[in-house]
């Protein structure tokens, strides 16, 4: 059973365009939820995180946004650039805090100049 | 920034070998994890550690064993290695905080003939 879905295996964007990734959840006791990004060869490093008390997260060009009541969020890279190429998991947990996070099986990111 | 090594990076090895996939971080932090991860899937957590001489299994079940004898290093041992071992091997580590942050590793490849 998948707790975490990203159903996009790939997602291709032009430079300079929005790219959104999409993320959905069944169990409604996660309540804290983070995107991480993987480049090849390299393991994943964190990039935005948002708790169940917020709807919008903003860091720079990423915002990650979460609808609770959907079980649904979203990461916005506006504008995007060719370097955010890669792949991108989403992953939630229980409580803030918490030693285990679930993860989705990730979107392939191309950014196209 | 994050200082955690995984080696090898890359591993084949023969059927019914015993192997040993070293992680190591130098950031002081208390928790540690093995995730486990096939192309285009999700990271699946197969063992986590709280602090020195704690080991937990994960959601997924693994063969394979791990210690934690000193904070920093957290190896994992396969006994004897099968096909079904082929995969990719991330560790990760992160403090006692409010944050989920977890960081990883560069991962470990391993392919078992």
């Known amino acids: 059973d998948q707790q975490v879905k990203q159903n996009s295996p790939s997602l291709s964007v032009q430079e300079g365009r929005i790219s959104i990734l999409n993320c959905d959840y069944t169990?409604?006791?996660?309540?804290?939820f983070l995107w991480y990004k993987k480049y090849p060869a390299e393991g994943p490093t964190f990039l935005i995180s948002?708790?169940?008390?917020?709807d919008k997260n903003e860091d720079g060009r990423f915002t990650v946004f979460l609808n609770k009541s959907a079980k649904h969020l979203s990461l916005h890279i506006v504008p995007s650039q060719p370097g955010d190429s890669a792949v991108y998991f989403c992953?939630?947990?229980?409580?803030?805090?918490?030693?285990?996070?679930?993860f989705g099986q990730g979107t392939r990111l191309t950014i196209n100049p | 920034e994050a200082d955690i090594y995984q080696t090898p990076r890359y591993l084949v090895i023969g059927t019914g070998k015993k192997i040993t996939l070293e992680c190591s971080q130098t950031?002081?932090?208390?928790?540690m994890y093995w995730y486990q991860q096939d192309p285009g899937m999700e990271l699946h957590l197969i063992h986590y550690?709280?602090?020195?001489?704690?080991?937990e299994k994960g959601d997924l079940s693994s063969e394979s064993t791990v210690s934690r004898i000193r904070t920093e290093h957290f190896p994992l041992t396969l006994e004897s290695a099968r096909p079904s071992h082929t995969s990719q091997y991330l560790c990760?580590?992160?403090?006692?905080?409010?944050?989920?942050?977890?960081?990883f590793g560069p991962g470990t490849r391993l392919t078992v003939l």
């Open positions: 950031m002081g932090h208390d928790k």
């Open positions: 992953a939630a947990s229980k409580w803030r805090g918490a030693q285990k996070l679930v």
């Open positions: 990760a580590s992160s403090e006692w905080s409010d944050s989920n942050e977890q960081f």
């Open positions: 948002i708790s169940s008390i917020k």
């Open positions: 169990n409604s006791m996660f309540d804290y």
């Open positions: 550690s709280y602090g020195v001489n704690s080991t």
